[in-house]
């Protein structure tokens, strides 16, 4: 059986939970008390009237009693006890005195000597017990009737307790009776925190909770308000990249291409060599906007997509395109997973940045006479190897930062790996830069640590 | 071979049309998506060059109509859209190959050829007639072991014979493939290049069919390959 999770200590379940059980069992416990006390003085006036009706009536009762009785010789009254019809426990005990305290005839439990001396009518208390006198025959016989207070408190204590013992059955009830209702009553408030939770890096939809508290609702739609216009300041900015990478390519990709022409139709000589130089930097300022878009994309988030992607088709496809340029020719040695095996929730454009960037790396500085390893792993780690020197732990660290290069003589705009690592970041992954390559004496190796989808996972 | 170049840009549009015209093909320069159907309904292009954002509508709509009529003229796609969605999405709508700006004109040479020759159906880019061999993709023709030097219309002539080897191809096919919209043709213009090929490679090279027009001749041992 699976017990219910306790809520956290900071929740609001177990605050409200808590402080209703606090609460009710100080109103339980004051509402004994006060009942007890009323009940208490209550049970007196019984017991008073009581004690008051049983002086009064063994008084003419005693009067005849003494009347039929015999004096002794010295004509002093003798105290009788009245017969008991069978011995028991008196809770009232009575003495009937003669005006001068001479005790005439008592109860059978009765001790004489812990009665009151004074004989004056009424209530009075006395060694623990509670004494009513009353007079008759003109002031000549004093029936004077006692009760142990104690069986008084005792009674009142027994009415307390009865109050109170329910409490220790209620109080457990109704812990988990407060819980359970306001783990239903929060339960679209547990749910919309959950969806929260979902949302994740990048997923900026609205989350549209129903059925919230009102106190909840109002929070819960500027929540959504806020996202709404988060993602359309971050959609916003990726358009911006986007178009500015359209409108730069276009006029660059034009004096590029005029510069190639002219390149080809003069003729050798300084104006030719001129054309060679504007060529040149036409071809670094193309790969230094890109780069620098690039950055700008991967640093202004948008690193993961709402539908998880086939992380092996896109880096299929980068290749192809690598390899039809050019640019990689037959020095790529590729492992690949199966199809669908590593879906991931990063988004394909910038898997394909990061790849292209790491895999360009590899094949400008590594050693041209060493292949470069591309290879993806089932758990997510797509990494590049390339031959070379060793590189100190200071050079490591240096080459991440934007433009800052290794001792290398090839060019490159120095923002490849910085490009890089902020799409792992923004994708909630990490970028590892090793060098030795692992199981190797030297070159240098980039490992993307990159998300893997959640149910992927649980397939396998 | 007859290219259609679809592109807005006038600056960049006027340096690819120059190159195309420089390897010898001949071009049909297009702004609009609207110029760029009348084209294709007049002319049977052996390639299209396609620019994706273009002002009257996108080009992958473009690509996506050509391909559900049938039409299966190589297209390749030449854009600003770098992102690898943006490959995909052109990839499988149909392009045979795509193309980023800013690229080199170099390498756009190159890869017409390519796309020319995976649609020839030889990848192959050496191709052997008689005692010439034709090295397509290095644009060099060597004659007995000798190489021959040829103009851009000439080595697009030879290329018009090659792209279909047995076939006869008439007068007004050759014009069709050799001359953009614009340009004036002289009426003997096609037997003037004939006569040229046919000093340079060999009279029998390229024979007659009379009335009819012209075919890639089997050479002087009436055999050709492809290997």
């Known amino acids: 059986m699976k017990w219910p999770q306790l809520p956290s200590r900071d929740s609001l379940q177990w605050r409200l939970t808590v402080g209703s059980a606090v609460l009710l069992t100080v109103l339980w416990i004051a509402a004994a008390v006060a009942t007890g006390l009323v009940l208490r003085e209550e049970i007196d006036e019984v017991f008073d009237s009581a004690l008051q009706e049983v002086a009064q009536r063994v008084l003419p009762l005693a009067y005849i009693e003494l009347l039929n009785r015999d004096e002794d010789a010295t004509g002093s009254p003798t105290a009788q006890m009245v017969p008991t019809v069978d011995p028991h426990s008196e809770y009232i005990t009575y003495i009937v005195r003669d005006a001068k305290g001479r005790p005439l005839l008592r109860s059978h439990d009765s001790v004489p000597d812990n009665f009151p001396t004074d004989l004056s009518p009424g209530f009075r208390d006395r060694s623990g017990q509670r004494f009513y006198t009353e007079s008759g025959v003109s002031g000549t016989l004093f029936v004077t009737a006692a009760e142990r207070l104690g069986h008084r408190r005792s009674a009142a204590n027994k009415a307390l307790l009865a109050l109170v013992w329910p409490l220790a059955v209620l109080l457990p009830l109704s812990i988990a009776g407060v819980s359970a209702l306001l783990s239903r009553s929060l339960s679209p408030v547990s749910a919309w925190q959950r969806q929260i939770e979902a949302r994740g890096r990048g997923n900026l939809t609205p989350v549209g909770a129903t059925g919230l508290p009102s106190e909840i609702a109002t929070a819960a739609a500027s929540v959504d308000r806020l996202i709404e216009r988060l993602a359309r300041a971050l959609q916003a900015e990726r358009s911006f990249t986007a178009n500015s990478a359209h409108e730069l390519r276009t006029p660059i990709a034009a004096a590029l291409a005029q510069t190639q022409r002219m390149v080809v139709e003069l003729a050798a000589g300084p104006i030719l060599d001129r054309a060679a130089a504007v060529e040149t930097s036409l071809r670094d300022l193309s790969r230094l906007s890109e780069k620098l878009l690039q950055l700008a994309k991967a640093e ?25 340029s050019g640019t990689a020719g037959d020095r790529i040695v590729v492992t690949l997973p199966p199809i669908g095996a590593v879906l991931s929730s990063i988004d394909c454009d910038a898997f394909a940045i990061l790849a292209r960037n790491l895999i360009e790396n590899a094949l400008k500085h590594g050693t041209t006479v060493e292949p470069v390893v591309v290879a993806l792993t089932p758990e997510g780690v797509f990494s590049v190897v390339n031959g070379g020197p060793v590189l100190s732990p200071d050079d490591l660290e240096r080459i991440g930062r934007p433009f800052e290069r290794g001792a290398t003589f090839a060019g490159g705009t120095g923002l490849g790996l910085a490009i890089v690592e902020a799409i792992a970041k923004a994708a909630g992954g990490h970028l590892e830069l090793l060098s030795p390559a692992a199981g190797r004496a030297d070159g240098f190796e980039a490992r993307a640590y990159l998300p893997v989808h959640v149910a992927q996972n649980e397939q396998r | 071979m007859r290219i259609l170049l679809v592109e807005d840009d006038p600056i960049l549009g006027m340096a690819v049309r120059d190159q195309i015209a420089a390897d010898g093909h001949t071009v049909d320069w297009m702004k609009r998506l609207e110029e760029a159907s009348d084209s294709v309904r007049t002319v049977d292009y052996e390639l299209i060059l396609l620019d994706l954002m273009l002002p009257d509508g996108r080009g ?55 796309v020319a020759r995976r649609y020839g159906g030889n990848p192959n880019p050496l191709f052997e007639v008689g005692d010439l061999t034709i090295d397509k993709a290095a644009r060099t023709v060597h004659r007995g072991g000798r190489a021959v030097a040829l103009t851009a219309r000439e080595w697009s002539l030879l290329e018009a014979f090659m792209a279909r080897p047995y076939a006869l191809l008439s007068k007004a096919q050759i014009e069709e493939r050799l001359y953009s919209f614009d340009a004036e043709v002289e009426s003997n213009t096609i037997e003037v290049f004939v006569g040229r090929l046919r000093r340079k490679l060999g009279q029998d090279v390229i024979e007659t069919v009379r009335g009819l027009g012209y075919r890639l001749g089997r050479g002087k041992d009436g055999d050709h390959r492809r290997p």
């Open chain 1, 300 to 324: 202004g988030g948008g690193g993961l997509s709402a539908e998880p992607h086939d992380l092996g088709i896109v880096l299929t496809y980068v290749l192809d395109e690598l390899c039809s």
């Open chain 2, 60 to 114: 992958i709509d473009f690509l996506r109509t050509l391909r559900l009529s049938g039409d299966t003229t190589p297209i390749m796609v030449l854009t600003a859209l770098d992102q690898i969605s943006d490959r995909i999405s052109g990839l499988n709508a149909g392009a045979d190959d795509y193309l980023v700006k800013p690229f080199d004109l170099a390498e756009l040479s190159a890869r017409i050829g390519a």
